[in-house]
């Protein structure tokens, strides 16, 4: 017969396996995304001699750089429990603007009208939103629309050009052993991990989406907080223009086509939740990681890139289904 000691121990080592198999549960794709991510790393360095060297790695590196600074903007607005389908022809207009103002004007001037224009976007999503109260799918579906025809009306549907030498160079140079667009997406990225986990802003954040009525008594302005996030969104976009415009040395009224897709799949692969309130902008950056590695990894295998757009949805629907389960886990609890 058991000892009440002998019981008490039994007890507890079942409840310790109890919570943590509910943490493995509730973490999945957190802890089985770099897992994965390595596994792409192995699996793509036996498949091609050319994926292990460090030239590839810096093209990894400066081709996620952009969706990098893209995704974690994105991870603002679905914390809030929202979403910004404009991001992509957020870029192109961006990139239109910076390009017009930095010919005429010079090289700084183009990059603030962009920031600027970015920003300008997101309060606009976020006034929509909140002050007519009409859902953020079909504001920021219909966004993406404006801000595409206005792309392409100011561009005349063609590439801007006659961009200083200057800012071109940029995106293929090197500050301490780093491509800057890569210096430029670490800078966002800790900027947005700060916010999120010490101010009070990242706190009033996460509270609207985990329960916006609770945020609402609590005293959160929760219109005020939601058109800030889409504001940071905006603002977040206008650096991905940047780094992309850079690389092509021309505004482009067409870029960013696939940002929409691909940074919502970054953001969902790195464990934010779709209901909001939950959520870390470095697991986002696994995401990030998962879908450059493998595109660059299918890229050398010569797989097209239709094939690999079906490859991320797959994934995505994958992720959301592991996110709703989890929803409905902690409903019936």
């Not at 183009?110 to 920003?119: D, E, F, N, Q, S």
């Not at 293929?172 to 800078?187: K, S």
């Not at 890229?299 to 592991?322: C, R, W």
């Amino acid at each position: 017969m058991q000892s009440y000691g002998e019981r008490l121990h039994v007890f507890d080592r079942e409840e310790w396996k109890a919570g943590f198999g509910r943490i493995v549960r509730e973490r999945a794709m957190e802890i089985a995304l770099p897992v994965v991510t390595l596994g792409l790393v192995i699996v793509f360095s036996l498949l091609s001699d050319v994926f292990l060297t460090g030239s590839n790695f810096r093209n990894i590196g400066i081709a996620a750089a952009a969706l990098a600074a893209v995704a974690f903007g994105q991870t603002f607005v679905i914390l809030t429990a929202g979403l910004d389908l404009s991001v992509g022809s957020t870029v192109a207009l961006v990139s239109v603007v910076l390009a017009f103002v930095m010919r005429e004007f010079g090289l700084v001037p183009g990059i603030v009208a962009g920031l600027l224009c970015g920003a300008v976007v997101g309060i606009v999503n976020g006034l929509i939103i909140t002050r007519f109260r009409i859902s953020a799918f079909i504001t920021t579906l219909a966004m993406l629309s404006v801000t595409a025809g206005l792309a392409l009306n100011l561009a005349g549907g063609v590439p801007i050009l006659g961009l200083p030498p200057a800012f071109g160079r940029v995106a293929y140079q090197y500050w301490l052993g780093l491509p800057i667009p890569v210096l430029v997406a670490g800078v966002t990225l800790v900027i947005a991990e700060l916010t999120l986990r010490y101010t009070r802003l990242g706190r009033h954040i996460c509270a609207v989406g985990g329960n916006e009525e609770a945020a609402r008594l609590s005293g959160i302005h929760v219109e005020r907080v939601r058109v800030i996030a889409y504001a940071i969104c905006g603002v977040t976009a206008a650096i991905g223009a940047i780094i992309l415009t850079a690389r092509v040395s021309s505004g482009q009224p067409t870029l960013g086509a696939t940002l929409p897709l691909e940074s919502i799949a970054a953001v969902v692969l790195g464990g934010v939740s779709l209901a909001g309130g939950r959520g870390s902008i470095v697991n986002v950056a696994f995401g990030v990681a998962f879908i450059s590695i493998l595109a660059n990894g299918l890229n050398l295998l010569n797989i097209s890139s239709y094939t690999q757009m079906m490859i991320i949805g797959l994934s995505l629907i994958a992720a959301v289904a592991l996110d709703q389960a989890n929803i409905r886990r902690k409903q019936g609890h």
